[in-house]
């Protein structure tokens, strides 16, 4: 019977440190901690970033739907601002060869390359950026094309109110499935221009298609969480963690338990 204990014992051991594996694994990757370096300035929602090297991540909020960026050396946030899901397709990303892509606004020359996506190395689901009313505007009017805007302080978390302005000033509602249906196509005539990192581009006769060099890698060891805001939501609350300890402490209790009876 004491045999049979510690065969339990050990199983449930075996168990919490495979939990735990788990759990540190899923939040390695959370926050999608990246560096970018760019050749010359780049047009960010809310911010123009100079040429040089970046880190990007998620910021640390409930709805995961809002990204940062800090200096090189991720000291001091820059800037932040909502994103919206775009997917692309697997054969996009196979082609990405697991680094970083960025997909910039098609824009004429003379005027700063707008970031339109961001994806991840290996994810299927990506970022379309959301620019400020104001900036989205004159983005729409340089591109030609409609530009997604919010008029939603992103300092004060939550969902954003997202709406689409064209290069004639007018504001409509945003439809996720038209965009989609849009989107393809669009790709099918005259697709947009990505940039996978560690692949700079030249700045020749096709800066306005090309926009820019990039280069970056994920980073496999994320460093701290830190808040870009005092207003900013914390991230999504620890109930599963409670719950989880809770089972343990059940289990715990019940192995003591079942070893007394024995003895």
Not at 26 to 54: C, D, E, H, W
Not at 90 to 102: I, L
Not at 113 to 123: C, E, G, I, L, Q
Not at 164 to 182: F, I, K, W
Request: charged share 15%.
């Amino acid at each position: 019977m004491k045999r049979l204990t510690s065969v339990a014992a050990a199983a449930f051991t075996a168990a919490f440190l495979t939990v735990a594996i788990n759990v540190s694994a899923q939040a390695s990757n959370i926050n999608q901690r990246t560096f970018l370096t760019f050749s010359g300035p780049v047009q960010m929602p809310g911010v123009t970033l100079p040429a040089g090297k970046y880190v990007f991540r998620l910021a640390d909020t409930s709805l995961h739907n809002v990204m940062q960026v800090f200096d090189g050396e991720e000291k001091d946030i820059i800037g932040q601002w909502f994103f919206i899901p775009k997917n692309r397709t697997t054969e996009e990303a196979n082609a990405a060869d697991g680094k970083p892509v960025v997909v910039f606004m098609e824009v004429p020359e003379g005027v700063t390359p707008a970031v339109k996506y961001y994806f991840y190395p290996t994810d299927i689901t990506g970022k379309e950026f959301i620019y400020p009313k104001d900036q989205a505007l004159k983005l729409a009017a340089a591109s030609k094309q409609p530009v997604l805007a919010t008029d939603t302080d992103v300092t004060k978390g939550g969902e954003a109110h997202v709406f689409t302005v064209d290069p004639n000033g007018a504001e409509a509602a945003y439809d996720a499935n038209a965009t989609a249906n849009q989107n393809q196509q669009t790709a099918a005539s005259a697709p947009a221009a990505p940039v996978a990192a560690n692949r700079p581009t030249d700045l020749g006769a096709d800066r306005d298609r090309t926009a820019i060099g990039t280069s970056g890698a994920a980073d496999q060891n994320p460093a701290p969480r830190q808040q870009a805001s005092s207003e900013l939501p914390k991230t999504a609350s620890p109930l599963q963690l409670i719950g989880l300890l809770g089972l343990m402490a059940l289990a715990g209790g019940f192995g003591l338990r079942l070893a007394r009876s024995t003895n």
